[in-house]
């Protein structure tokens, strides 16, 4: 990977030395050692709770280190001071984006610098014509004097980044930036990233996805358990060697070997039109089967699960489970007749942080635990304590708030509360997002053993791995339509990501909405 750097390529943009964190008594950093050289792009990987985020915080200014030191440029950074970290050329974009909605783009970029004129009152247009020249420069052409709000996160991203570099930042830190962007904006971000770091930016960011840190590193930094125990060129690292040094044991095998599905069909979706003007959707789902569901954002994937368990009402057709025929657009009917969902949003749709493991273990069959409305304690208990030890929940008790658990351990939560009831149906929707390489492998696992116990299981991802290593048959979604089915087998062949993109973009024009998935899947075999 081609690295520009200028003529102090000698001297480190940052550097953190002995860096030591605990919380609570908790060690968090263990001593770790970070250098970030200009015009280089660094991967900062491990899974969750390695304490990556503390230790872009304390590098950024946002915490003081219990022991160690930070220096940009070789000058010490005040422990704990953002402003001075700020005014050295340190930037941090974070997780959770600092941007004010209900301003517009341009005085996002300004606030707190403000242009002025010779009577002191707001140069509105100097300032939107800097902030239109400023976007253009990192390929992003909208209004500027649109508000904030009304953008997708991925853009707000990319001028939270502009926001950093235009204030004179030379060391970037980016923590999660794709984690809940689309992937047509992760590629516009990867191009922001390898312009700033052509300009001699210092870039480290953190991600869960290995094609990520591929397409822009040109180095990694692994932690595990708060210690550095990787630091190499990623020409001399393999996937297989990073993950192993993330989750510090070989990862044999990722994906399990697939359960075989029966014949009995659990799940019956029956000519259903997500809106008014789409074309109708036919497909079942067999006990013990996994049927992915690919696309492109905005194809319907997860509008289509919403149908299904009643949070959005679809124009017509039917669902039935058990050959029972669901009510539109009502959950608790989905719930009554044994079906399961994860959503998409974990923390906005999925989960309660605030509360404890055993509330949010509790929200979906409350009825069952309680009697003239008061909670049966121990009944209840147990059952969770069963259902979360399948899980393999990583906690210090059900006690624990979901806010202090990992990503992968707050999904375990929100998938394993169902088990406390029977379960015929599990409907999916991205069940690995945010979660990382360790608890992936878990979560595989987990699924793939309830598949066997009989479950039928709908799957929506935008992982393409999953959905080829995880499904036994896939359907590719355009429009709020399938406009192919794949089986078991198509999915095993080498040029099957090629030909499930060219579906889903449009790009073959053999596949169309009106078409039938058993049609398309023919001529794709022709």
Not at 199 to 209: D, E, M, P, S, Y
Not at 237 to 263: H, K, N, Q, S, Y
Not at 336 to 354: H, T, Y
Not at 379 to 401: H, P, V, Y
């Amino acid at each position: 990977m081609h690295t520009a750097v200028d003529a102090d390529t000698e001297i480190a943009m940052l550097t953190c030395s002995s860096i030591r964190m605990s919380f609570g008594g908790v060690p968090v950093l263990k001593g770790v050692d970070l250098t970030l050289l200009p015009g280089t792009v660094t991967a900062l990987a491990g899974e969750n709770g390695a304490g990556k985020s503390t230790l872009m915080k304390i590098a950024s200014g946002q915490y003081r280190p219990d022991e160690g030191l930070v220096e940009v440029r070789g000058e010490t950074l005040a422990a704990g001071n953002i402003r001075a970290a700020s005014d050295l050329g340190v930037a941090i974009v974070p997780q959770e984006l600092a941007s004010i909605p209900e301003l517009t783009v341009y005085e996002n970029l300004f606030v707190g610098r403000e242009l002025r004129t010779t009577l002191r009152t707001l140069n509105r247009g100097a300032m939107i014509r800097q902030a239109r020249q400023s976007l253009l420069e990192f390929g992003v052409d909208l209004d500027p004097t649109v508000r904030m709000g009304k953008l997708p996160v991925g853009i707000r991203q990319i001028i939270e980044i502009v926001k950093a570099t235009s204030r004179g930042a030379r060391v970037l830190l980016l923590d999660e930036p794709t984690s809940a962007i689309p992937e047509r904006e992760v590629a516009q971000l990867i191009e922001v990233v390898r312009r700033l770091r052509d300009q001699g930016v210092a870039i480290l960011f953190t991600t869960h996805k290995m094609e990520e840190i591929r397409a822009m590193a040109d180095r990694v930094v692994i932690l595990r358990d708060g210690t550095l125990v990787a630091d190499a060129a990623l020409t001399e690292i393999t996937d297989d060697g990073i993950v192993t040094a993330m989750i510090g044991r070989e990862l044999d095998m990722l994906f399990p070997e697939l359960p075989p599905a029966d014949d009995a069909i659990v799940l019956t979706v029956r000519d259903l039109v997500i809106s008014h003007g789409d074309a109708p959707i036919s497909f079942t789902v067999s006990r013990g089967e996994i049927v992915g569901l690919a696309g492109l954002v905005g194809a319907g994937r997860t509008e289509l699960i919403e149908c299904i368990y009643g949070i959005r009402k679809p124009a017509a057709g039917t669902v039935t489970v058990n050959g029972r025929l669901l009510r539109h657009g009502r959950p608790r009917t989905s719930i009554d007749n044994n079906i399961a969902i994860v959503p998409e949003d974990r923390k906005g749709a999925g989960a309660v942080l605030s509360m404890s493991v055993l509330d949010n273990a509790t929200l979906p069959r409350i009825g069952a635990f309680s009697a003239f409305g008061i909670l049966r304690g121990k009944s209840r208990r147990q059952a969770i304590e069963t259902a979360m030890r399948s899980m393999r929940l990583k906690s210090n008790g059900l006690g624990q708030n979901l806010e202090n658990l990992s990503g992968g351990n707050q999904q375990k939560v929100v998938l394993g509360r169902w088990l406390t009831g029977k379960v015929d149906a599990l409907l999916l929707d991205e069940p690995t997002r945010g979660v990382d390489i360790g608890a992936r492998s878990e979560i595989y696992r987990i699924i793939t053993e309830l598949s066997a116990s009989g479950m039928a299981v709908l799957m929506a991802s935008s992982d393409m791995p999953e959905i080829l290593s995880l499904s036994h048959r896939a359907l590719v979604l355009r429009d709020h339509a399938v406009v192919a089915e794949l089986a078991r087998d198509q999915l095993s062949d080498a040029a099957v990501q090629d030909t499930i993109f060219r579906l889903a973009s449009g790009q073959d024009t053999r596949a169309t909405s009106q078409a039938t998935p058993t049609t398309i899947t023919k001529e794709i075999d022709r």
